[in-house]
């Protein structure tokens, strides 16, 4: 009987310094990531750059953050991140850091993006996006499970890649997040903007000198919430006032038509979590929450006071939702 006894109190013991040092890790590893994401200048969270060629020719930037030891052997799945419009593989700045070597990850510019090639306007689909997401898994994930984390359009891009080809959901992509994002009914028809589409790309190189001015307080107004730090209006400001004008006119058309909901059942076939900023100016929380109904078994994510950047103004939540999905897979 003492026997046992010492036996259970040696046993409670190992037990005891393993949830002890569990907790120690992570305290340590909670105090490393936020030294790291108080001290990184923006912008510069990189990897050597590889591209994927797209379907038809595009060169599609990538970056690979590969994980570290054991973890690189092991069966964790590359998470594979999709960003939205007039943004870049920037976007994912705090994620990035909070999950670096960690997990392996897969940072993708969209055509016309970042340091993706140009692409005609008649180029700039969701089906293009979405082939061109298919083409970076097969080329820089084609081993083990995927996870696909998406912004805004990059949302898009996954739903519409769900909508194109159901059999990788449940199969190669084993879990996905939105954020930010809708599937349909954004923003009414616009025939005068399409009118006036031509004469606005004569004049896109003017656009583009004019655009630089008072760009940060259309930040402040309509990319982060109304209670946003001044570092993340910087950050959206940096990173968006860099996309050429051509951008916004090739793919501004994918909005007005946007309808993803053919997508989203095939998404329902595996863990995805929604999140959405209450006070999201671009893609109102009310999407949000109907993509949540609509995606079966979809776990809905509300970040009070966020706006459309939610990654970066509410970027530890954003980051806990996603390691709280990977853990579930």
Same mark, same amino acid.
């Given at each position: 009987?003492?026997?046992?006894?010492?036996?259970?109190?040696?046993?409670?013991?190992?037990?005891?310094?393993?949830?002890?040092?569990?907790?120690?890790?992570?305290?340590?590893?909670?105090?490393?990531?936020?030294?790291?994401?108080?001290?990184?200048?923006?912008?510069?969270?990189?990897?050597?750059?590889?591209?994927?060629?797209?379907?038809?020719?595009?060169?599609?930037?990538?970056?690979?953050?590969?994980?570290?030891?054991?973890?690189?052997?092991?069966?964790?799945?590359?998470?594979?991140?999709?960003?939205?419009?007039?943004?870049?593989?920037?976007?994912?700045?705090?994620?990035?850091?909070?999950?670096?070597?960690?997990?392996?990850?897969?940072?993708?510019?969209?055509?016309?993006?970042?340091?993706?090639?140009?692409?005609?306007?008649?180029?700039?689909?969701?089906?293009?996006?979405?082939?061109?997401?298919?083409?970076?898994?097969?080329?820089?994930?084609?081993?083990?499970?995927?996870?696909?984390?998406?912004?805004?359009?990059?949302?898009?891009?996954?739903?519409?890649?769900?909508? @194109?080809?159901? /059999?990788?959901? =449940?199969?190669?992509? $084993? %879990?996905?997040?939105?954020? *930010?994002?809708?599937?349909?009914?954004?923003?009414?028809?616009?025939?005068?903007?399409?009118?006036?589409?031509?004469?606005?790309?004569?004049?896109?190189?003017?656009?583009?000198?004019?655009?630089?001015?008072?760009?940060?307080?259309?930040?402040?107004?309509?990319?982060?919430?109304?209670?946003?730090?001044?570092?993340?209006?910087?950050?959206?400001?940096?990173?968006?006032?860099?996309?050429?004008?051509?951008?916004?006119?090739?793919?501004?058309?994918?909005?007005?038509?946007?309808?993803?909901?053919?997508?989203?059942?095939?998404?329902?076939?595996?863990?995805?979590?929604?999140?959405?900023?209450?006070?999201?100016?671009?893609?109102?929380?009310?999407?949000?929450?109907? @993509?949540?109904? /609509?995606?079966? =078994?979809?776990?809905? $994510? %509300?970040?009070?006071?966020? *706006?459309?950047?939610?990654?970066?103004?509410?970027?530890?939540?954003?980051?806990?939702?996603?390691?709280?999905?990977?853990?579930?897979?």
């Amino acid at each position: 009987m003492k026997r046992l006894t010492a036996l259970g109190a040696t046993a409670g013991a190992f037990v005891a310094a393993g949830v002890a040092a569990k907790v120690l890790d992570g305290r340590r590893h909670e105090t490393v990531r936020r030294e790291l994401e108080s001290t990184v200048r923006f912008g510069t969270v990189h990897s050597p750059s590889r591209t994927v060629v797209a379907t038809d020719g595009t060169a599609i930037n990538v970056e690979i953050d590969e994980a570290e030891g054991r973890r690189r052997r092991g069966t964790q799945p590359t998470i594979v991140f999709v960003h939205g419009w007039v943004c870049t593989l920037d976007s994912w700045h705090f994620q990035r850091l909070a999950l670096r070597g960690r997990y392996r990850m897969v940072f993708m510019d969209h055509r016309s993006h970042g340091g993706s090639g140009r692409s005609r306007a008649d180029n700039s689909s969701l089906a293009d996006l979405a082939d061109d997401l298919r083409r970076v898994i097969e080329e820089c994930a084609a081993d083990g499970p995927v996870v696909l984390v998406g912004h805004s359009m990059g949302g898009m891009t996954i739903m519409e890649l769900a909508g @194109l080809d159901p /059999d990788l959901f =449940g199969d190669k992509v $084993v %879990a996905a997040m939105l954020i *930010g994002t809708s599937s349909g009914k954004l923003i009414g028809r616009a025939p005068g903007f399409v009118k006036l589409a031509p004469l606005l790309r004569v004049a896109s190189p003017a656009l583009d000198w004019g655009r630089g001015f008072n760009s940060r307080s259309l930040m402040r107004r309509w990319a982060v919430g109304p209670d946003a730090a001044d570092v993340y209006v910087d950050m959206s400001d940096q990173m968006i006032r860099e996309a050429r004008t051509h951008v916004l006119l090739d793919f501004y058309p994918n909005f007005v038509t946007l309808d993803t909901t053919a997508g989203l059942k095939d998404l329902g076939r595996v863990p995805t979590v929604v999140v959405g900023g209450t006070k999201d100016m671009l893609t109102p929380f009310k999407h949000a929450r109907r @993509l949540a109904e /609509d995606i079966p =078994g979809a776990t809905l $994510v %509300a970040v009070e006071g966020a *706006g459309h950047m939610v990654m970066f103004e509410a970027h530890e939540r954003v980051t806990q939702a996603l390691e709280g999905l990977l853990e579930r897979i």
